[in-house]
């Protein structure tokens, strides 16, 4: 594995840096929302996704017959790191999960319909797996399709959908096949979001950002709109569960946290001598850098993975998308913990808060990183996927 860049690639971050500055706003970039709340809600955000599409930069990994560059996921991962590190809106959800499944099992109908949308931003989406008692274990869902002609009809609820108060359409989940095994008889279905069956009623997260509930009377769905194969369903969302946990959950602003608690460290002092002689903050400020060189190098891995598969036709880097997910969302956790103890008190003030230590990020990402390692599947799922497909152990092991 070459931890180096080529000079194409970095002559394509550059061109992405000065992309960003050109169209710097404020409203668009806000380094205190982190990973899960960079998403596409507002009007300028959508613009700033608009101006990537005219880039080519959505669609840069896709195939050519479908309006992409057919560039290697290197570029879409340092893409997404520049966005990021500006605490931007991410591209993962439409360009990735809805985009490259579509493109890899949906049918030409929906290709034609979705796919030129997405390429320049037309379309946002929302996510519904998980349910009031199918959170991490997305096979349990219950959400009930019932065939009708020329359809089906959705019945039930989903719960945390993210982006349900402000997306167009809705990549839903359901159980088409009651009598089937718990991971077959699923199958995937684009929504309208605005059908007169759908309910929408919004949750509060402790990270100040919103997510939802949605609910489901009688909301028929024409054969037309049903992604891939019938029951097939958990195979997809499973392929693209792998993507989300990698692009969602973006290296940058890790690395920007640890930069803040650094420069804090340095300066700081405590009962009158400087924070950075003491001995046991110098090992944890060595742990928390090593650490992040950990989780840099998993997400290398993680593109390098991808190179080889879109190259040699295998299969999407599975297990190293968990392993690099789990590592650096916990480790995100401890340095979280580590801003508040080492910046004392002040670190509980909310972030704005005039001289808050460290700009007042230690309170906001105490908040956030809890979240992190839930959606995209939580700590102890990665635990599961890395245990039975990398060691090979068994289920009930």
């Not at 020329?150 to 989903?158: A, F, H, I, Y």
């Not at 190098?297 to 968990?322: F, I, K, M, N």
């Amino acid at each position: 594995m070459n931890f180096d860049f080529s000079p194409e690639q970095r002559a394509f971050a550059a061109e992405v840096e000065a992309f960003l500055d050109a169209n710097d706003d404020e409203e668009v970039f806000d380094l205190t929302r982190e990973n899960m709340a960079q998403i596409v809600d507002t009007p300028k955000r959508r613009a700033l996704m608009r101006k990537l599409g005219d880039q080519g930069w959505l669609g840069i990994t896709w195939p050519a017959e479908h309006g992409g560059q057919e560039g290697e996921g290197v570029y879409e991962y340092l893409l997404n790191e520049a966005l990021a590190a500006r605490g931007g809106p991410q591209i993962g959800k439409g360009v990735g999960i809805i985009g490259k499944t579509l493109i890899a099992h949906g049918s030409e109908f929906l290709k034609e319909e979705f796919l030129p949308k997405i390429l320049i931003n037309e379309v946002e989406f929302a996510i519904g797996y998980s349910e009031p008692d199918a959170g991490s274990d997305a096979a349990a869902m219950r959400l009930k399709a019932t065939p009708t002609e020329g359809g089906w009809v959705l019945n039930g609820q989903k719960t945390w959908t993210t982006s349900a108060h402000f997306a167009e359409w809705y990549w839903v989940g359901a159980r088409t096949d009651p009598d089937a095994p718990k991971h077959s008889g699923i199958t995937l279905f684009l929504v309208p979001m605005d059908h007169p069956g759908i309910t929408v009623q919004g949750i509060q997260t402790m990270g100040d950002e919103v997510t939802n509930d949605v609910f489901f009377d009688d909301v028929f769905v024409a054969d037309e709109y049903v992604v891939g194969q019938l029951n097939h369903g958990f195979r997809y969302i499973s392929e693209a569960l792998d993507l989300e946990r990698f692009t969602m959950f973006t290296f940058s602003p890790v690395k920007q946290r640890l930069d803040l608690l650094l420069d804090h460290v340095r300066t700081a002092t405590r009962d009158g001598r400087p924070v950075r002689e003491d001995p046991r903050v110098r090992s944890r400020m060595a742990r928390l850098a090593t650490a992040a060189e950990v989780a840099r190098g998993l997400g290398l891995r993680v593109v390098d993975a991808s190179v080889r598969a879109e190259r040699d036709g295998g299969s999407p880097p599975t297990v190293e998308a968990s392993e690099y997910k789990l590592f650096t969302t916990e480790f995100s956790k401890q340095l979280a913990d580590a801003s508040m103890d080492l910046g004392g008190p002040g670190t509980q003030l909310r972030v704005g808060t005039e001289d808050a230590p460290m700009d007042g990020r230690a309170e906001s990402t105490y908040r956030f990183t809890v979240l992190d390692t839930i959606g995209g599947g939580t700590s102890e799922v990665q635990k599961n996927i890395i245990t039975r497909r990398g060691l090979g152990l068994p289920r009930n092991f």
